[in-house]
């Protein structure tokens, strides 16, 4: 099933001429109306569950984005895997696009922080409260998710794969798993200035924080210190010592070099997962500081509804 989500382009005629001529039955859906309170992609895979349950009635559901590039055997190796673990939901995050300036920039650090809010270990424990998912890439049993609501449950989520991960772990009480994907599902998507992952950030950054003012300040004042700390410390401590020195300026030297050189260690995984060298590792307080100025964007200019798509 593909729904068109009401575009305003030609993707609805490419699906539906690529249905046409694939040797296996395909259904392109062109998407109705969004109702009040929904948000659109939500919307758009409700349609396509719905119309799923209309002609077979699944055991399970893959939930994908047009973005998403499928190796030929990904979908068979996601299934094998989920009936060997026994688990109602399997995601996969997309390997991301790597290539341009803006994205060796903050790629990197997007996965790094996404998996210290949501690490693997908390994700993947049956009874944690910690649920997540990747929507590129979600593989649930149907009946699991209908347990645990269907879409009508998450009508109004910007963040839908966490929504969806947290109705079949925490409602319907089944287990769920996330991981890394290296080669089987890619994103083909492309982020290539800074304005564009900075829109991407923007229109859910504060969702994620329960649009509280409070928890935000918490957020930025730490990001301040992880990030803009040691930089300041290296530069006081290097003017302290330039201007005759002292115990205090050259301990700031020391520290500001420390806190930087341990988090060029901290980036260094997912840098090299990929294929980046130390210069962009070092480039972690820069990335940091930028993702914190989105997250306020998104508070300031941020979408006030369930409208974003």
Not at 210 to 230: D, Q
């Amino acid at each position: 099933m593909v729904v068109d989500e009401r575009s305003g382009d030609i993707t609805g005629d490419v699906a539906r001429e690529m249905a046409r001529v694939m040797s296996h039955p395909c259904t392109v859906i062109t998407g109705e109306p969004l109702p009040d309170g929904w948000a659109g992609k939500v919307w758009g895979m409700d349609q396509g569950i719905r119309c799923h349950d209309a002609t077979g009635n699944p055991d399970w559901l893959l939930l994908t984005d047009a973005d998403i590039h499928h190796a030929p055997d990904s979908v068979r190796m996601l299934v094998a895997d989920t009936l060997t673990r026994g688990v109602a939901l399997n995601s996969r995050m997309a390997r991301l696009r790597c290539q341009s300036f803006a994205e060796r920039l903050l790629v990197p650090p997007f996965v790094l922080f996404f998996f210290l809010l949501y690490p693997l270990r908390w994700a993947n424990k049956a009874g944690s409260r910690t649920a997540s998912a990747a929507g590129g890439c979600i593989l649930v049993q149907a009946e699991a998710l209908s347990e645990g609501g269907g879409m009508p449950a998450i009508r109004g989520a910007l963040i839908d794969d966490l929504s969806v991960a947290r109705i079949v772990k925490r409602v319907a009480g089944y287990p769920t798993r996330l991981a890394l994907s290296r080669e089987r599902v890619r994103s083909d998507r492309a982020y290539d200035t800074l304005g564009s992952v900075w829109h991407m950030v923007r229109r859910s950054a504060f969702t994620q924080l329960r649009r509280s003012w409070l928890l935000l300040t918490g957020v930025l004042l730490v990001l301040l210190l992880m990030f803009a700390g040691p930089i300041v410390a290296i530069v006081g401590g290097a003017i302290g010592l330039g201007t005759g020195g002292s115990a205090a300026a050259g301990w700031a030297l020391g520290l500001g070099i420390a806190g930087w050189v341990a988090m060029a260690c901290a980036a260094g995984p997912m840098a090299r997962e990929f294929g980046l060298g130390l210069r962009w590792q070092l480039a972690l307080p820069v990335s940091g500081l930028l993702y914190g100025a989105m997250t306020f964007d998104s508070a300031l200019r941020g979408p006030k509804g369930g409208g974003w798509r």
